[in-house]
């Protein structure tokens, strides 16, 4: 399994990846990394969709965390399945104070090739004993991969996703956690109107 960053970096990290493609990315629905603080009572959702059929939820709730990710191109994909079913193991030994999240219908709890959690006050990210089989992938590489630990990683990828050059120190800035205002916006992205950003970057930090 890909290194992953402990849960409370990993949600800051997550909330400053929704935030960058918020200012990069003016309409929502071609965001590549998004976060939903109130996605529901004390429960918040990150979701990071390449639009290519490939999908990464990760919900935080007071029991723990738990992501799904579906690779379309998997061969642990239910669509390369006969009886379309979800993979043996994947959710086999998911903690039901966690699996339950997934019961929500936007989630397609069904598109799955992979699934790790983390209860609270554990001290590791945990799988289901799964097999796959040899030279086959789950697609969690690939997916965590977008999970950028650094701001030189997510400046690497933004430059090439959205075709531009960055401005790295201010990138830079937003990762040591510096608050992000109006003059910021106006230098990574001059096209963006930054007071619609900055609303919606607020409720990311509530």
């Not at 579906?70 to 959710?91: C, K």
């Not at 430059?159 to 790295?168: D, F, V």
């Not at 990574?188 to 007071?195: C, I, K, S, W």
Request: hydrophobic share 35%; glycine share 6%; aromatic share 12%.
């Amino acid at each position: 399994m890909k290194q992953i960053p402990e849960p409370a970096e990993l949600k800051h990290l997550l909330k400053i990846h929704a935030a960058l493609d918020i200012i990069f990315c003016e309409e929502d629905w071609l965001r590549y990394h998004m976060f939903d603080n109130q996605w529901d009572k004390n429960i918040s959702l990150a979701t990071i969709d390449n639009g290519a059929g490939d999908v990464l939820f990760i919900i935080f709730t007071e029991a723990g965390i738990i992501m799904k990710g579906f690779d379309h191109e998997s061969f642990l994909s239910p669509h390369a399945r006969e009886e379309f079913e979800v993979y043996p193991g994947i959710y086999d030994q998911t903690p039901h104070s966690l699996l339950k999240y997934l019961e929500d219908e936007p989630l397609e709890k069904e598109e799955v090739t992979f699934c790790i959690w983390r209860e609270t006050g554990a001290s590791s990210w945990e799988m289901g004993d799964v097999h796959i089989p040899n030279g086959e992938d789950d697609g969690s590489e690939f997916l965590l991969g977008a999970i950028y630990t650094t701001a030189d990683e997510y400046i690497e990828w933004a430059e090439c996703y959205y075709e531009q050059t960055i401005q790295k120190e201010i990138v830079k800035q937003i990762y040591s956690g510096l608050p992000i205002n109006e003059e910021m916006i106006n230098c990574l992205n001059p096209e963006r109107d930054a007071q619609n950003a900055l609303k919606e970057i607020s409720q990311l930090f509530d």
